[in-house]
């Protein structure tokens, strides 16, 4: 009978320490998201994000009719994902090169207009810039993400397939980051397709 009553105790006991193991976990790995002040630090770097991508968006953005919050998210993603790379040709202006050990100045004057040539491929990068209704490459949000998920522009024939895009990893982004991208494409200036394009120099 004792060894009986014994060895319900041990399980008892062996329960209550998985649960409370268990517990531990769980409030540390939501303590982990959160401040010493019991915040949550999820919610302290989107804001800060958003901060800094009005600090580094190179353009004045038109926030009439947008969503700040998205517009501040999209310009952090879109200015530290090397976009500008490639949808800003030539990137820098002249004697703002970072990689000639000038001062970074981007060039404002074709921010995401466009006009990177690939030789000996036949491929120009897109404009970005709102079109006259104010559609980003004159997509709308669900044909850009289309465009980002697929590798397909709904503008482009059928079958065809974006090349030098990395669209199979920007793809992988959230509907949100995605959203926060299209947002701040939407508040740049709106400029005409590059008149020179031109390989990297």
Not at 43 to 64: A, H, T, W
Not at 71 to 87: A, F, K, M, Q, R
Not at 109 to 121: E, H, I, N, W, Y
Not at 167 to 184: C, F, H, M, Q, S
Request: glycine share 8%.
């Amino acid at each position: 009978m004792n060894k009986h009553l014994h060895r319900r105790k041990a399980a008892y006991c062996a329960i209550a320490s998985v649960l409370l193991a268990f517990s531990m976990s769980a409030a540390r790995a939501d303590n982990e998201g959160k401040d010493k002040d019991g915040s949550d630090n999820n919610d302290n770097d989107s804001e800060s994000q958003i901060q800094r991508g009005f600090q580094i968006s190179p353009v004045p953005l038109d926030l009439k009719g947008k969503n700040r919050a998205l517009v501040g998210l999209g310009s952090y993603i879109v200015n530290t994902s090397g976009c500008n790379d490639c949808h800003t040709n030539p990137s820098y202006a002249a004697g703002g090169n970072p990689f000639a050990g000038q001062p970074e100045q981007i060039n404002t004057a074709q921010f995401l207009a466009g006009g990177r040539l690939f030789p000996p491929s036949p491929f120009v990068s897109a404009n970005l810039t709102p079109d006259a209704s104010g559609k980003p490459a004159g997509l709308t949000f669900a044909q850009f993400r289309s465009t980002l998920r697929t590798g397909h522009n709904p503008l482009d024939p059928p079958g065809s397939i974006l090349q030098i895009m990395p669209w199979p990893v920007v793809g992988k982004k959230t509907d949100n980051d995605l959203r926060a991208i299209y947002e701040y494409l939407r508040a740049i200036p709106s400029l005409p397709d590059n008149p020179h394009p031109t390989p990297n120099p």
